[in-house]
């Protein structure tokens, strides 16, 4: 499976970005996602997770309330609300086997997209 993110950027604090994942035709229709991130120095960790059909979602502590996953049959999308300085790191979208806010079961990374957020 091949994954592109895209929409990142330099935002405000308090301001919103809207992360999308692309992947080719029908290659995640029936596969559990997440998006992790990876602060400078640190270990990639994670952020939100979305089974198969979009019904379940789960958010590390940090994000939740803030930020919204979605996905429809070829994309991915983190939705990231009244973002922090905390929140600058390196997002990557990636399928997992099960649902699940493990980083180790995460597989096939797309390439991350850089999230600034200015105080």
């Known amino acids: 499976v091949q994954l592109a993110e895209s929409g990142g950027g330099l935002v405000q604090a308090g301001g919103s970005l809207r992360l999308s994942c692309s992947a080719s035709e029908g290659t995640i229709k029936n596969t559990a996602m997440g998006w992790l991130r990876e602060h400078p120095g640190k270990e990639r960790e994670f952020v939100a997770a979305?089974?198969?059909?979009?019904?379940f979602t789960r958010y590390a502590d940090s994000v939740k309330v803030r930020f919204t996953v979605s996905r429809d049959n070829d994309h991915l999308y983190l939705q990231m609300n009244n973002l922090t300085p905390e929140d600058t790191a390196v997002y990557y979208c990636?399928?997992?086997?099960?649902?699940?806010?493990?980083?180790?079961?995460?597989?096939?990374w797309g390439q991350g997209t850089q999230v600034t957020v200015s105080s």
């Open positions: 979305i089974n198969w059909s979009g019904s």
């Open positions: 990636a399928t997992a086997p099960v649902f699940s806010t493990s980083t180790r079961l995460y597989e096939s």
